[in-house]
């Protein structure tokens, strides 16, 4: 049941944020689009950012399901492109309301989780410390995350599988390239 509430309640703060900018939607408001009251809202989330977060953190999670992988990271990336477009009115006002860091860091722990898993796989037989993975997901992350919030802040214009695609090929043989220096 729990879920199902959640998912209500991303929902009608979909539907709200079509309406109104989030800066004036209020927990009232969602609970109202709802149909439940203001304590349910709160034994969910702790605040509206809150359920912000969640959503962005359910929709990426569907974006990569098993995209994970050197041969799909551009499957995946690709995905989260068109689940950030299929959510733009959300995504938009959200980019409008709050600052770029919190943008990063919904952004981030998608990207973040493709790029380990591409990591992981392509340091498979290698000694190299976590850290070091660590630190080479984020350089990319940075990247990556970087051309996404510029697709965003220019009105998604551009069309994703070009950018994915100059992506793939400015980092084709990098990662392993990478790794390879960072070997213990």
């Given at each position: ?10 929902q ?62 551009q ?21 409008r ?36 993975k ?33 992506l ?17």
């Amino acid at each position: 049941m729990s879920q199902i509430t959640k998912r209500a309640l991303e929902q009608s703060l979909k539907n709200l944020l079509l309406k109104k900018p989030l800066t004036k939607i209020t927990i009232n408001d969602i609970a109202e689009d709802c149909g439940i009251n203001r304590m349910t809202f709160y034994y969910h989330f702790k605040d509206i950012y809150d359920l912000v977060e969640w959503s962005c953190m359910e929709d990426a999670r569907k974006a990569l399901e098993e995209k994970k992988t050197y041969d799909t990271w551009q499957q995946g990336l690709l995905q989260i492109f068109d689940a950030v477009r299929q959510n733009k009115p959300f995504i938009m006002n959200v980019y409008r309301c709050v600052h770029q860091e919190q943008v990063e860091k919904f952004l981030s722990p998608l990207v973040d989780s493709l790029l380990r898993g591409v990591i992981n796989e392509e340091s498979a037989g290698m000694t190299v410390r976590d850290e070091d993975k660590d630190f080479i997901a984020q350089v990319y992350s940075y990247v990556f995350i970087g051309i996404m919030l510029d697709w965003i802040k220019n009105d998604m214009r551009g069309e994703p599988e070009v950018i994915v695609e100059k992506l793939a090929t400015l980092v084709k043989g990098s990662i392993s390239s990478a790794l390879g220096r960072f070997k213990v």
